[in-house]
């Protein structure tokens, strides 16, 4: 039974806690909302740190989800600059960095994931970056501009996106990656070998296969990034995107499951029933492809926020959505849905040289994922049919003279 008057506490105020809070009245809840973030700005969209905010496009104001009167306005206490550091399950009770205990009738973790450090000498030094917050995001805007260089840790898609902006602002961008190929970890050879052939033809360096084994300086202030086989690759400022790590902590603490994240069901709820959590740092189901998975996406952070609201105020389940994500790159746009769990067949419809194609991952002849370049029909289209399972003719899906509504078999 719900309660539309209990009182809720969401630790984190990113994107998937903002959301969570708005959902919540959304669905007619009418109990005391309690939002703890330890940034100093309210609930804001990420994805244009990398993009529009380095570029001088957006700001805080631009981004934020809600007009900073909404909370007041809605019942929801917003403390800011301020993080949890204790959970007493039993006692129902969060203890914050100031010293206050704020007590709690459903408890939502929203408390994402932190940029994966590179334990190396110098990584303190002023000048090594990376990109989770707007704080980040200010200060990496300021070590761009015209005739800066810029060493990107890290091929994946933040690495990808920052190279993209820098260059735009006419830096100097060299992204070093530990695999053999950009993307190693996120998408298939095709599409690598796409990108980075993109990417060079505007500018942008690579070094493929480099372990990073030292940042050095001058002055405080990195001036190079030293390999493994010797070589230093001069620099004015570097950026380390190697990944992320659950902010599971505290949950961890407090005696909750966690598998590289807190482990939820599919109303993204814990083994505590008083307790949920959603977005980057929940271990989820994912019933199309029958594991647990830990998804880092806005997408997936919507749907986990309204999924828990309307579990919270009563309302029927939702039917679990297809994960997607996205990234802009230059005036590229890269549409992802599903994940290539388990597929036995790549196949590429269209022409990569034209910049505009998708690669499709089929297991028999089900779609299991699918990586659209400039190509929204066949990310929707690839999008529903993964969803409902209906199989597809893979010589049709090949054919581009077969539209994407008549490649089902």
Not at 96 to 115: K, M, N, P
Not at 152 to 163: F, K, M, P
Request: proline residues 5%; hydrophobic residues 45%.
């Amino acid at each position: 039974m719900s309660d539309l008057k209990a009182k809720v506490v969401i630790l984190g105020a990113g994107h998937a806690g903002g959301a969570m809070a708005a959902f919540l009245r959304q669905a007619g809840h009418e109990g005391p909302i309690v939002l703890i973030g330890d940034e100093p700005i309210g609930p804001y969209q990420r994805p244009p740190l990398s993009k529009a905010w380095l570029k001088g496009e957006a700001d805080a104001d631009s981004l934020a989800l809600k007009d900073p009167a909404w909370y007041a306005d809605n019942g929801c206490d917003l403390k800011l600059g301020v993080r949890a550091t204790g959970l007493n399950r039993g006692d129902k009770t969060v203890t914050l960095s100031t010293g206050e205990t704020v007590s709690y009738d459903i408890l939502v973790f929203a408390t994402g994931a932190r940029a994966r450090k590179l334990p190396i000498p110098g990584a303190d030094l002023q000048g090594v970056l990376e990109l989770r917050t707007a704080a980040d995001a200010e200060a990496l805007k300021a070590a761009l501009g015209e005739g800066k260089r810029l060493a990107i840790i890290g091929g994946g898609y933040v690495g990808l996106e920052v190279a993209a902006s820098a260059r735009a602002l006419g830096a100097h961008a060299m992204v070093l990656e530990r695999e053999t190929r950009i993307l190693a970890r996120v998408a298939c050879s095709q599409l690598s070998d796409f990108f980075i052939a993109y990417h060079k033809a505007r500018g942008v360096s690579f070094e493929l296969g480099v372990e990073i084994t030292a940042f050095e300086g001058e002055g405080g202030h990195i001036r190079r990034v030293r390999l493994a086989d010797g070589r230093a690759i001069d620099c004015d400022a570097a950026l380390v995107g190697i990944g992320a790590i659950p902010n599971d902590d505290l949950a961890k603490d407090a005696g909750l499951e966690c598998v590289n994240g807190i482990v939820v069901d599919l109303d993204a709820r814990t083994a505590d029933p008083d307790v949920f959590a959603i977005g980057d740092v929940t271990h989820r189901p994912l019933p199309l492809y029958d594991r647990q998975f830990r998804l880092e996406s806005v997408p997936n952070a919507l749907e986990q926020a309204k999924v828990a609201a309307g579990v919270i105020a009563g309302k029927p389940p939702l039917t679990p959505e297809v994960p997607w994500f996205w990234s802009d790159q230059f005036d590229l746009k890269l549409q992802i849905a599903g994940l290539p769990f388990d597929a036995d067949t790549i196949l590429v419809r269209g022409d990569p040289a034209t910049a505009k194609f998708a690669v499709f991952h089929l297991k028999g002849d089900q779609i299991q994922a699918v990586e659209a370049v400039n190509s929204p029909p066949e990310f929707m289209m690839g999008k529903q049919l993964i969803g409902n399972r209906k199989a597809v003719s893979p010589e049709r899906l090949a054919d581009t003279t077969v539209s994407m509504k008549e490649v089902i078999a």
